[in-house]
């Protein structure tokens, strides 16, 4: 049994406190209101109003909130002093790099590693949530075990924030293919053909991917664009920022990147 802590019990955080529970892992998780406190009890996990609290007794620290901004704030040198030395922080979220990479910089004594996700709460509840970690080989070894209770694969993609450069490169593809899609869609209608079937026929040809799978599923793009821009835009942002900030290109991914987040 591992003792761990964690922040950000929410729509994806939340499921995962579940499947640590039942993983039979001692967990702990942030609740900073009564309703949240009470909505953690019923994941079964024991809730704790503060941030310090969370991370003195915990071997693992898992963070799943939204953006870098709230990564740092969570990260703060003093809860991360709090941490036992030889605990291992773990950040889901994805952003860039640099956080969990100045956050390491500030936390000598502790472990971190960089585990954004792909998938949704589906498939959390299914232990089959896909992670790209980056961090020290011995310390991806020993959180392995807990990150199992809802992630498969595991994929241990290189250091300290490679996780979240393979998350960044993916999404930026993703959206890219999204706008490659369009086109098609496009293209389909000149000839004559609707969306809804060209998308379903796609799913069967060699043009076939998991985008357009999920593409297919909610019958158009703009339909499937609508749900999931919030999400990819923010990333979208991400990478693009991180490729300046390197005087990096995107090259032909960005040329029908605009495409595929935009309704």
């Known amino acids: 049994m591992t003792r761990v802590g964690f922040v950000g019990a929410g729509r994806m955080g939340g499921p995962m406190v579940s499947r640590l529970v039942e993983a039979g892992h001692e967990v702990r998780a942030l609740g900073r209101t009564d309703e949240k406190r009470r909505a953690v009890a019923e994941l079964g996990a024991q809730p704790v109003a503060g941030l310090h609290d969370i991370a003195r007794d915990a071997d693992v620290l898992i963070v799943c909130v939204f953006t870098d901004e709230q ?3 969570v990260c703060s040198p003093g809860v991360l002093a709090a941490m036992s030395p030889g605990s291992t922080l773990v950040v889901h979220t994805t952003g860039s790099p640099r ?5 390491a910089a500030h936390s000598p004594n502790i472990d971190v590693l960089d585990a954004p996700v792909s998938g949704g709460p589906h498939n959390i509840a299914a232990g089959a949530l896909t992670l790209f970690v980056g961090g020290p080989d011995d310390a991806v070894a020993r959180v392995r075990p807990v990150l199992a209770a809802y992630g498969d694969p595991i994929l241990h993609v290189g250091p300290l924030g490679a996780g979240q450069a393979v998350k960044l490169t ?3 593809l993703f959206a890219a293919q999204i706008g490659l899609l369009r086109e098609a869609v496009a293209l389909g209608d000149r000839f004559g053909v609707g969306e809804a079937e060209l998308l379903e026929a796609i799913t069967h040809g060699s043009g076939a991917s998991t985008v357009a799978g999920f593409v297919a599923a909610g ?3 703009d339909t499937f664009v609508e749900r999931t821009s919030e999400f990819i835009g923010k990333d979208v942002e991400v ?3 991180i490729a300046a900030e390197l005087g990096e290109a995107l090259g032909l991914l ?3 990147i605009d495409a595929g987040i935009q309704s």
């Open 71 to 73: 990564v740092a704030q």
């Open 99 to 103: 956080t969990v990479q100045t956050v």
């Open 170 to 172: 993916n999404n930026a």
């Open 219 to 221: 019958g158009s793009v």
């Open 239 to 241: 990478v693009r920022k």
């Open 254 to 256: 960005d040329d029908v």
